[in-house]
């Protein structure tokens, strides 16, 4: 009895063993033409998906749309230091005693073009902190600069804002977009007037910009504006 029983159970795996061939052979002669196909990597990157992604184009894969944003501390530099009599505290934090208007520059490291498109910039928020009795942010101008030369460079205005300010906060600032070429940069002034002795502090400067449909070079020393409307790039 016992031996029947091994008998029969060595059956069994010998049938299971004979199926699992079958099914193996089986899975060889329906995939084997496919996989001759196909092929190795390299043909499957050079046969099948290169001509895709060339027939759609780069902007398919990589999205040239959207507003971006690059947040600044500094450095900021103050025009005229030595007659101004305002001393900086590291590069953002000024103080001193002076009745006049005192003038602050940040130069930010903004990209002017992106995967082969010029960029527009499209806006600026500014945190400060001129709640004090002596001194009031006056004036804010962002611009659009373009140079040709060694010599000199012409720009366009992006914000101008010429309301009086005595206040610490974070604020946005409306714009008029401008195209950055090439040999583009962006520059920020604030104008500070100072009645005595008083303090004036510039924490983050956070600006704005998008990509465009324009193809990355250098503009004209006056480059050209660009509407607010305009669409991004597909």
Known sequence: MSHRGNHQSASSRWRALALLLM???????????????????SHLW??????????LGDNRWVRNQGTMSLSVIGPWVEQDPAITGISPDLF??????????????????????LYGRSVRLTGLELCYNANNAAVTLSEVTLTAWATTAA??????????????RDESTCRSYAATPRILGTNGFAELELD????????????RTTFFFRPTSTP???????????????????
């Open 23 to 41: 099914g193996l052979v089986g899975g060889t002669l329906l995939l084997g033409p496919a996989s001759a196909h196909l092929g190795t990597p």
């Open 46 to 55: 050079r046969n099948h998906i290169k001509p895709k992604v060339k027939a």
């Open 92 to 113: 953002n934090d000024f103080s001193g005693t002076k009745t006049g208007t005192v003038t602050f520059e940040l130069f930010p490291e903004l990209p002017s073009s």
């Open 151 to 164: 010599d000199g460079a012409n720009g366009q205005s992006v914000v101008r804002d010429t309301t009086d």
């Open 192 to 203: 500070v007037d100072w009645n005595g002795t008083g303090s004036f502090r510039i924490q």
């Open 216 to 234: 990355a070079g250098p503009l004209s020393p006056v480059g050209p504006a660009v509407a607010a409307a305009e669409p991004d790039a597909a």
